[in-house]
T-cell receptor, first 114, second 109 residues
Framework: EAGVTQFPSHSVIEKGQTVTLRCDPISGHDNLYWYRRVMGKEIKFLLHFVKESKQDESGMPNNRFLAERTGGTYSTLKVQPAELEDSGVYFC????????????FGQGTRLTVV | QKEVEQNSGPLSVPEGAIASLNCTYSDRVSQSFFWYRQYSGKSPELIMSIYSNGDKEDGRFTAQLNKASQYVSLLIRDSQPSDSATYLC?????????FGTGTRLQVFP
């Protein structure tokens, strides 16, 4: 069984540009989560999809961030326009049930905004 | 006050020793607790989950939970250099995991 896959693994963009991160969850996992780790800080929740619906997006920093999950399969997280403080590692995780059971994380996308 | 607090370390222990990692949480109603291990540049990997007070053992790992004190710990027996990693404490809250900053463990030969 393939794990959670994220693409790209690294991205370096200039301030003001747009970046789109992609996450492919484990097949059959209805729950998909985005998290972010800024250097020196804890991993922080961004949002939660159940299938194609946004269940909780309380962690999204501002309206420069847009997440979608087309057809309840893969998800994208777009940052437009990117700012310096958006730099960090963006993790995706998926679970079959809620996250109080085992959650599988992808390897993350390291985003650097210069 | 942070929701989940951990000492960032590094915690250095010799090979073969017991490593003790600690975590406190602020939300009294939390019911599910997890320890993740993260190697540098890799994804967090679940190593232990615990839901009720007391100890839970799995191989060289023992998780301990004390809900009255809002305290979770992870003991690693017979520590190996391959255990060197960052250990993340996570608490399930409503519908998501809340993470601590992690404790970096270094096991030296």
């Amino acid at each position: 069984e393939a794990g959670v896959t994220q693409f790209p693994s690294h991205s370096v963009i200039e301030k003001g540009q747009t970046v789109t991160l992609r996450c492919d969850p484990i097949s059959g996992h209805d729950n998909l989560y985005w998290y972010r780790r800024v250097m020196g800080k804890e991993i922080k929740f961004l949002l939660h999809f159940v299938k194609e619906s946004k269940q909780d997006e309380s962690g999204m920093p501002n309206n420069r961030f847009l997440a979608e999950r087309t057809g309840g399969t893969y998800s994208t997280l777009k940052v437009q326009p990117a700012e310096l403080e958006d730099s960090g590692v963006y993790f995706c995780a998926s679970t079959r049930w809620q996250m109080n059971t085992e959650a599988f994380f992808g390897q993350g996308t390291r985003l650097t905004v210069v | 006050q942070k929701e989940v607090e951990q000492n960032s370390g590094p915690l250095s222990v010799p090979e073969g020793a017991i490593a003790s990692l600690n975590c406190t949480y602020s939300d009294r109603v939390s019911q599910s607790f997890f320890w993740y291990r993260q190697y540098s540049g890799k994804s967090p990997e679940l190593i232990m989950s615990i839901y009720s007070n007391g100890d839970k053992e799995d191989g060289r790992f023992t998780a301990q939970l004390n809900k009255a004190s809002q305290y979770v710990s992870l003991l690693i027996r017979d520590s190996q250099p391959s255990d060197s990693a960052t250990y993340l404490c996570a608490v399930f809250n409503t519908d998501k995991l809340i993470f601590g900053t992690g404790t970096r463990l270094q096991v030296f030969p």
